[in-house]
């Protein structure tokens, strides 16, 4: 996706927010932001989008995040879509949060918080990547994890991408890597570890379409 379409996606979201910013609180609305952490080739990806789909919640590939945390203007323009009370909860959250984990925010950072926090506070959202499930408060939090055996995994981005499966290997451990670096440096914490997930899901063992109705009954009770 170029930047121009990125922008156009980022400036429709953030116009909707406002048009809605009077209507029902993401806190009455019960499990109002899902997280989603996927092994790459585990298929996390598209549940993701299948199921923001089938509950019509907005989705957040780390493409956005990545370019709404970029910018400061972005994040100032995203934490100006809550209200008053919701933006002190948040910035509360935030700085409990960085105390907690003894973190020592940089600029990305920061405005990865807020942007995540943001999208958090204004519900109806699925969140795929950036440690999203680190940052969000448990109220209306639902944090899942998509894993599945590496020879699994090779297959399908092999399958996928239309390459060996060396270079699928290749891809899958770096991708791997990167993405346990990425949660260790920012949120002090191991990406594979369950008990940071309230589901994980074998995508081996359990097709893509009867994922999707596994979380569903998760969420409904």
Known sequence: MTGKALEKLIDEQVKKWEMIRSEKKAEERGVSVITVSREPGSG???????????????????????????????????LETLDEKALSVLEDWISTLVNKKHLWPDQYLKQLMNVIGTIGKQGGAVIVGRGANFVLPPQGRFRLRFVAPLEVRVRNVSRDFGVTEDEAKRRVLKTDSDRRAFVRKYFHADITAPFNYDLVINTETLRLVEAVEAIKGALRR
Request: aromatic residues 6%; proline residues 0%.
């Open 44 to 78: 996390g990806r598209i549940v993701a989008e299948r199921l923001a789909e089938s509950l019509s919640f907005d989705l957040f590939h780390k493409e956005i995040i990545d370019e709404m945390a970029k910018s400061s203007q972005t994040s100032s323009r995203l």
